[in-house]
């Protein structure tokens, strides 16, 4: 093979991976442009909305890292297909769901395809591109594709909607995935970790079961009580599985979580910005489709045209960011880009029910431009701190990092709207007779008091419209305030604890006198 045909088939290599895992991290937000939809047909509430939201990514950040392990272990090509595989049959089911239950277990399928799917794609570019330039091009590009995936969704999902049914959104991927499929088998070369380790499937099932347990309770908390027995159980006792999963990493002899590597600052702060990044785009997505909707009576594709801005800014911030991190060096970037999502959050709390969609814009830019700025520069620094043998795990923890951010803020923001919007509305409701159906339509979430506002019609009708779409908007600003509040912490983290720029290392030759997989940053070295 010629140095011009490898140097095309290494990009043509990259897009097949880049249009997997634009089905991975699209499927994240595609389906919020869908909510009102699964409101209407599959008569869900608020607190069920945020599971099918969320249990995609709770089973995907939950396997991430035994998907990394198995890649490295059996073969990144292998499970990168399998995962393709198992995402076909997941978006199939969830097409054609019947349930609000069937559709969560439907989109568990499609977590695990994404699981096996994602840290591949990672660790096969850093082991295709060797050239530090080209790496760093590489996951620029990565990065944007992750990014533009999230932004993107709710335009691809209002354009299906507004031609066909809800499941459009999840059977749209099934030929993209059995293309992808076939390109890479005839392109993608494979690569695993020399040294053969075993599956840690305790660690696994540890973390898995403490991150369900913990988006259990903070999503349960506005339905069930956030003092309810239950949900201080659940949340106390994901704590201690969690840390038992720590502790569990700590003894193992082959644990699928690197915690050696987290010692260094690059690598922990790093990874910490990337899951704020996500907290703050996946959370303020989750709750701008439904105003849109709901709030401005957008229909599902004029709410997927008014959030292609975030998509169009994230997706240039995101490239160039990779430019930017070199001059100014990584914690100027990272700390800039919060400090942008944390204004974004701020100026969209000032959002009232009289105020139009230009008023929202602005924060809506802002969240684009700050998640761009940030993810490709953190991305980078977490994956030079680690060999190319153990990419497999290393990119599993970023990805990891990336839907535990996603999930969480899907689960924060949408729990503290639900519950200011619920109290709202029981005081509304109280002193009045209403049916019990109607009340749980009410309370459950504001497509349903929508629903039943127009099946009242009259002033009546009118009444309730006005104080729901209020109550909405009031739990909307509260839920982005406090998400304000968490990204402007991690902004004191980065500024404090990381590094301002990349140390390199030159390579070092193995005895047999060819170069080493050592990376260029050596996390064995003391922190920096």
């Given at each position: 093979?010629?140095?011009?045909?490898?140097?095309?088939?290494?990009?043509?290599?990259?897009?097949?991976?880049?249009?997997?895992?634009?089905?991975t991290?699209l499927?994240?937000?595609?389906?919020?442009?869908?909510?009102?939809?699964?409101?209407?047909?599959?008569?869900?509430?608020?607190?069920?909305?945020?599971?099918?939201?969320?249990?995609?990514?709770c089973?995907?950040?939950?396997?991430?890292?035994?998907?990394?392990?198995?890649?490295?272990?059996?073969?990144?090509?292998r499970?990168?297909?399998?995962?393709?595989?198992?995402?076909?049959?997941?978006?199939?089911?969830?097409?054609?769901?019947?349930?609000?239950?069937?559709?969560?277990?439907?989109?568990?399928?499609?977590?695990l395809?994404?699981?096996?799917i994602?840290?591949?794609?990672?660790?096969?570019?850093?082991?295709?591109?060797?050239?530090?330039?080209?790496?760093?091009?590489?996951?620029?590009?990565?990065?944007?594709?992750?990014?533009?995936?999230?932004?993107?969704?709710?335009?691809?999902?209002?354009?299906?909607?507004?031609?066909?049914?809800?499941?459009?959104?999840?059977?749209v991927?099934?030929?993209?995935?059995?293309l992808?499929l076939?390109?890479?088998?005839?392109?993608?070369?494979d690569?695993?970790?020399?040294?053969?380790?075993?599956?840690?499937?305790?660690?696994?099932?540890?973390?898995?079961a403490?991150?369900?347990?913990?988006?259990?309770?903070?999503?349960?908390?506005?339905?069930?009580?956030?003092?309810?027995?239950?949900?201080?159980?659940?949340?106390?006792?994901a704590?201690?599985?969690?840390g038992?999963?720590v502790?569990?990493?700590?003894h193992?002899?082959h644990?699928?979580?690197?915690?050696?590597?987290?010692?260094?600052?690059?690598?922990?702060?790093?990874?910490?910005?990337?899951?704020?990044?996500?907290?703050?785009?996946?959370?303020?997505l989750?709750?701008?489709?439904?105003?849109?909707?709901f709030?401005?009576?957008?229909?599902?594709?004029?709410?997927?045209?008014?959030?292609?801005?975030?998509?169009?800014?994230?997706?240039?911030?995101?490239?160039?960011?990779?430019?930017?991190?070199?001059?100014?060096?990584?914690?100027?970037?990272?700390?800039?880009?919060?400090?942008?999502v944390?204004?974004?959050f701020?100026?969209?709390?000032?959002?009232?029910?009289?105020?139009?969609?230009?008023?929202?814009?602005?924060?809506?830019?802002?969240?684009?431009?700050?998640?761009?700025?940030?993810?490709?520069?953190?991305?980078?620094?977490?994956?030079?701190?680690?060999?190319?043998?153990?990419?497999?795990?290393?990119?599993?923890?970023?990805?990891?990092?990336?839907?535990?951010?996603?999930?969480?803020?899907?689960?924060?923001i949408g729990?503290?709207?639900?519950?200011?919007?619920?109290g709202?509305?029981?005081?509304?409701?109280?002193?009045?007779?209403?049916?019990?159906a109607?009340?749980?339509?009410v309370?459950?979430s504001?497509?349903?008091?929508?629903?039943?506002?127009?099946?009242?019609?009259?002033?009546?009708?009118?009444?309730?419209?006005?104080?729901?779409?209020?109550?909405?908007?009031?739990?909307?600003?509260?839920?982005?305030l406090?998400?304000?509040?968490v990204?402007?912490?991690?902004?004191?983290?980065?500024?404090?604890?990381?590094?301002?720029?990349?140390?390199?290392?030159?390579?070092?030759?193995?005895?047999?006198?060819?170069p080493?997989?050592?990376?260029?940053?050596?996390?064995?070295?003391?922190?920096?």
């Amino acid at each position: 093979m010629t140095q011009g045909t490898a140097v095309v088939r290494r990009w043509a290599v990259l897009a097949v991976l880049c249009i997997s895992l634009l089905l991975t991290s699209l499927d994240n937000t595609i389906l919020n442009i869908a909510l009102p939809a699964l409101i209407r047909d599959l008569h869900a509430t608020e607190s069920q909305l945020q599971w099918i939201v969320d249990i995609y990514a709770c089973v995907f950040a939950g396997l991430l890292l035994i998907a990394g392990s198995l890649g490295d272990r059996i073969g990144r090509k292998r499970v990168f297909c399998a995962g393709l595989a198992i995402f076909a049959i997941g978006s199939a089911g969830s097409a054609f769901s019947t349930s609000v239950t069937t559709l969560i277990v439907a989109r568990s399928v499609m977590g695990l395809g994404a699981a096996c799917i994602m840290p591949a794609t990672l660790s096969i570019i850093t082991n295709v591109f060797h050239d530090p330039g080209d790496q760093a091009r590489a996951i620029g590009i990565w990065s944007a594709t992750t990014g533009l995936g999230i932004a993107i969704g709710p335009i691809a999902g209002g354009w299906l909607l507004a031609h066909y049914w809800w499941g459009s959104v999840f059977l749209v991927n099934v030929p993209i995935a059995t293309l992808g499929l076939v390109a890479a088998i005839w392109l993608v070369p494979d690569s695993s970790d020399p040294v053969s380790r075993p599956i840690d499937v305790l660690g696994a099932t540890l973390s898995t079961a403490g991150l369900a347990m913990l988006l259990w309770s903070v999503i349960e908390a506005p339905v069930k009580g956030w003092h309810s027995p239950l949900v201080v159980g659940s949340g106390v006792g994901a704590l201690v599985i969690l840390g038992g999963f720590v502790l569990w990493e700590r003894h193992t002899a082959h644990p699928m979580l690197l915690l050696e590597t987290f010692s260094n600052r690059r690598f922990s702060v790093a990874m910490a910005a990337v899951a704020m990044a996500v907290f703050g785009l996946m959370g303020g997505l989750f709750v701008l489709t439904q105003y849109l909707q709901f709030s401005l009576g957008f229909s599902a594709l004029a709410a997927g045209v008014r959030i292609l801005p975030i998509a169009a800014v994230l997706g240039v911030a995101a490239i160039s960011s990779t430019v930017i991190d070199r001059i100014v060096g990584t914690k100027a970037v990272v700390a800039t880009g919060l400090l942008i999502v944390a204004t974004g959050f701020w100026q969209l709390t000032t959002t009232t029910t009289s105020q139009g969609f230009g008023h929202a814009l602005l924060g809506m830019v802002l969240l684009g431009l700050g998640a761009g700025l940030i993810i490709a520069p953190a991305t980078a620094s977490v994956m030079g701190t680690l060999s190319r043998d153990r990419a497999g795990v290393g990119s599993a923890t970023n990805s990891t990092a990336l839907q535990v951010g996603g999930a969480l803020g899907v689960a924060v923001i949408g729990s503290v709207l639900t519950s200011r919007y619920q109290g709202t509305m029981a005081h509304t409701l109280s002193g009045h007779s209403v049916p019990p159906a109607a009340a749980h339509a009410v309370l459950g979430s504001v497509g349903g008091a929508l629903a039943v506002a127009r099946m009242a019609g009259g002033a009546l009708g009118a009444a309730l419209t006005i104080a729901a779409r209020r109550a909405f908007v009031d739990g909307m600003d509260l839920a982005l305030l406090v998400g304000a509040f968490v990204v402007a912490a991690s902004v004191i983290l980065v500024v404090v604890a990381l590094p301002a720029r990349r140390r390199t290392y030159p390579r070092v030759r193995s005895p047999r006198g060819t170069p080493s997989a050592t990376s260029l940053t050596d996390p064995s070295l003391p922190k920096q």
